[in-house]
């Protein structure tokens, strides 16, 4: 009966390998790292998201004249800002990932809030799967509906 | 002399094999798709990038409240606006793809020419191959440098 169990086992491990339970959980992972790297961001640490991006990372947001290119500019632009940022509290609005088995693109809305300002964004990260590790390729934060000039 | 001909092309065909001519030419197929979505765009009609946008595909602009999810939801955006848009001119500033087996991503800087106005925008598109061909998933549109109230 044992080794009847163990066969079955093993035909029921062959039918559902393990790729299946990752890609269940690529998901939930990639929203726990945003997240993990997001509240270190909201207190002034932006190691958190350079610790996740890959060297050939890509980098919009609304304040660049365009698209930045690699870690090094990424690293330049956080730098200058480390310590500068403090968000009370933040709401990730609806994440959403669409999975493949090496890259992920996670996209949400963001509201941070800080002191009497409320700040609405849209946000897309493009994750692949680098050496077994997760890593950003492409960052891309924008205003939510900007009241413009 | 012509079986060690054969088998050397074996070899080589082995050390080479066709995903890495694939992968070579990516790139310029995403590229070359979203220019021709664009091109159809900048003359008020929408369905080049309904063409190529997955049902699942989610979006990001400038003047929606929140990101919207689904062709249906882009459908109706953009139905909207059909006839509406009229570009002279564009520029697709450095794209560049991040390419995986299954997945794309395509990030540009855009200039478009609209008579007297000329507006900048970033850009991330996600592509996902769907059953042999390309499809968009996800379209983030921002604006560079928006200058706000």
Known sequence: MAKF?????IILMSLFPASSQESNSVPE????????ALERWNQGDPSGFLEISA??????????EHRLDGISALTNLYEGIRGKVHVD???????????????????Y????????NTFR????EVFRLDG??????????????????
């Not at 992972?29 to 993990?36: Q, R, S, T, V």
């Not at 509290?89 to 996209?107: D, F, G, Q």
Request: proline share 4%; net charge negative.
């Open 5 to 9: 169990i163990l066969t079955f086992t």
């Open 29 to 36: 992972l990639i929203i726990g790292m945003e997240k993990a």
């Open 55 to 64: 060297d050939d990372v890509v980098y919009f947001d609304p304040f660049t």
């Open 89 to 107: 509290k933040y709401e990730m609005i609806n994440p959403r990932v669409h999975a493949t088995e090496n890259m992920a693109a996670l996209t």
């Open 109 to 116: 809305n963001l509201v941070s809030f800080s002191g009497e």
């Open 121 to 124: 964004w849209n946000c897309t």
């Open 132 to 149: 077994g590790n997760w890593k950003i390729v492409q960052t891309h934060w924008s205003l939510t509906k900007p009241e413009l000039k």
